[in-house]
């Protein structure tokens, strides 16, 4: 079963996006590190809110709540 990670996305801050771990491609820190780029396999691509280590901790976190 495949778990998705909520995240908020940086475009209009109260929509969010689910994402698991397993169709990520790249995570890319933003210049200010205040936000990611998260590069899904499909070519998808999701400007969220966080660290690259918030945006991995988040990825952890969801799936120790299994």
């Known amino acids: ?4 990670a909520k995240f908020q996305l940086k475009e209009g801050q109260s929509e969010t996006v689910r994402i698991a771990r397993e169709d990520v491609q790249e995570i890319v ?4 590190f205040r936000f990611s780029l998260i590069i899904l396999k499909d070519g ?4 969220v809110c966080g660290t690259l280590e918030e945006v991995n901790q988040q990825f952890e976190q ?3 709540a299994l």
């Open 44 to 47: 998808a691509k999701h400007f």
């Open 29 to 32: 820190p933003d210049a200010d």
């Open 1 to 4: 079963m495949q778990t998705k």
């Open 62 to 64: 969801t799936n120790r």
